[in-house]
């Protein structure tokens, strides 16, 4: 095609240099909102993946040599140049990945470059312990970089959940090889054209486009990986665990979830109303802890149905490049026909559709905002994940109800709880089986705060120090005074 030929070509980045994929080959990249072609992108190959191994592998050192306050420097630097550059990385990321650009803004880039600065500052903060196990020892402990880590990224929120998962590792002294999802590689080709401009050693940060089951296998089952950070798809995510047993791979897994908002009569209902529409429409659904389970008191239930209905109705969607869109198209053509299945279900499983549940025109990936009423506990649009602007309203009597129909799906990753009462809210908060608990707000992190879920959420933490803990190795020293 001859527009395709005039798309800008991006290689990969592996030791520092932006090297062409080994096979030769190129997939377009579309721009969800038009379906039109933004760029030609590598498809890196498994003997590309050998070489960013090896690139990574090597770099370890030279990383390491550095004192750690300059690594800090550096990481600052990096966090300051993705600030000089964060218009035109916002601009790729809407373009990407459908990002309406006023979000991107307030949330995307701002977490980036905050989680850069936060983990700059740990740089010169990992320390070990002199512990006085025995008199006639001296007894201490290290913490060592766990070495080549390899991030796969998903592509709902592909510079921040990228950085959640750069940062922590360069902090720690490990080497990288990222693997964004093949269909938004932009924004981490930029970072990783930054991190070099920072003074990032090359090697350290390596960046390999391509195919999740040609470049994300090679990587989770390659020898020379050390370590792999993932965020996905529990599918997938269930397939890395098995990859990565070969050498023992420490694994992280951030997976999906059926997060519950639960809304109790005595709640300030602006508010919980507000939250949950966001709660579940921000990114057009596409959030791991979008909270597309609306769980409500059976007494303000009508309501509530009401009050999400109209906002739902009330949401822009249109160009995400517009300051003014609220929601943008989903991801892809696929993305988009799953949703609509859903909706199928949906109506066939007999919730009544109070809104939405259509594309919206015939050019780009939209989905109307959509909310279901009388969505029953057992029903697949309660139980399953559709990553789309979905959102099942599923009415509860009391406390120990709602909690029990919270809890009642494979996911714990996040909820909330909506009450006046301060007793309820601990109690339910307590009672709730997720990783983050909300209350009377929905939907913030923060790199301080740890983020992860268990079951089929995955397991282990990001942020904070637990990201510290995440990648490195303790060693114990014991030497003798005898
Ligand atoms: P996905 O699992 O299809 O892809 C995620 C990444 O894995 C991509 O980079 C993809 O290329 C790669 N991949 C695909 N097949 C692979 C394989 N065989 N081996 C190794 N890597 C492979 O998920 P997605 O569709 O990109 O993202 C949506 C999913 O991610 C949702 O289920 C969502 O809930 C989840 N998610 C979770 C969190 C969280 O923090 N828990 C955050 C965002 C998204």
């Not at 921000?282 to 059976?298: E, P, T």
Request: glycine share 10%; hydrophobic share 45%; aromatic share 6%.
């Amino acid at each position: 095609m001859n527009v395709s030929r005039e798309l800008m070509r991006h290689d990969l980045l592996i030791g520092g240099e932006t090297v062409p994929p080994g096979g030769g080959k190129y997939s377009t990249d579309l721009d969800p909102a038009t379906e039109e072609p933004i760029a030609l992108v590598a498809e890196g190959t498994a003997a590309d993946v050998e070489r960013a191994v090896q690139a990574a592998r090597a770099a370890l050192k030279p990383w390491n040599a550095l004192r750690a306050a300059e690594r800090g420097r550096i990481l600052m630097r990096f966090s300051d140049l993705l600030r000089e550059h964060q218009d035109a990385i916002a601009e790729l990321e809407c373009r990407d990945a459908g990002k309406p650009i006023a979000g991107v803004m307030r949330q995307d880039i701002p977490a980036a470059i905050d989680t850069l600065a936060y983990y700059a500052g740990w740089c010169d903060k990992i320390n070990g312990q002199v512990v006085p196990a025995r008199p006639d020892a001296l007894t201490y402990t290290l913490r060592e970089p766990v070495g080549v880590v390899a991030a796969i990224v998903p592509w709902n929120f592909p510079l921040m959940i990228g950085m959640w998962k750069i940062a922590p590792a360069l902090a720690c002294g490990c080497t990288l090889i990222v693997k964004p999802a093949e269909i938004t590689p932009l924004s981490a080709l930029k970072i990783g054209a930054l991190a070099l401009e920072a003074g990032v050693p090359p090697g350290v940060l390596n960046i390999v486009t391509g195919k999740g089951s040609v470049i994300g296998d090679a990587l989770v089952k390659h020898p020379g990986i050390d370590k792999v950070t993932f965020t996905g798809s529990p599918s997938v995510g269930r397939g890395i665990l098995q990859g990565a047993a070969g050498n023992f791979k420490r694994v992280t897994l951030e997976l999906g979830g059926k997060s519950a908002n639960v809304i109790f009569a005595d709640a300030n209902l602006d508010n919980a109303v507000r939250a949950a529409a966001s709660g579940v429409f921000f990114n057009a659904g596409q959030v791991c802890s979008a909270g597309s389970r609306v769980l409500v008191q059976r007494a303000v239930y009508d309501e509530v149905v009401e009050r999400l209905a109209a906002r739902a109705r009330s949401i822009r969607l249109g160009d995400p490049a517009q300051r003014d869109t609220h929601m943008g198209p989903v991801i892809s053509a696929r993305q988009m026909q799953s949703i609509l299945d859903y909706v199928d279900i949906g109506v066939r499983e007999g919730a009544s559709l109070v809104t939405g549940g259509k594309r919206s025109g015939a050019r780009g990936y939209f989905v109307e905002p959509t909310v279901f009423a009388n969505v029953a506990h057992e029903m697949r649009i309660s139980q399953e994940e559709i990553f789309g602007p979905v959102a099942s309203v599923i009415p509860f009597d009391d406390e120990q109800d709602a909690v029990r129909i919270a809890n009642g799906t494979l996911y714990s990753l996040a909820a909330g709880v909506w009450s006046a009462d301060i007793g309820r809210v601990h109690r339910v908060a307590a009672g709730l089986k997720a990783g983050t608990v909300w209350i009377n707000t929905y939907g913030h992190t923060d790199v301080r705060l740890p983020w992860g879920g268990s079951g089929d959420s995955g397991f282990g933490r990001e942020h904070g120090d637990v990201a510290i803990e995440n990648f490195t190795e303790p060693k114990t020293v014991w030497l003798s005074l005898a």
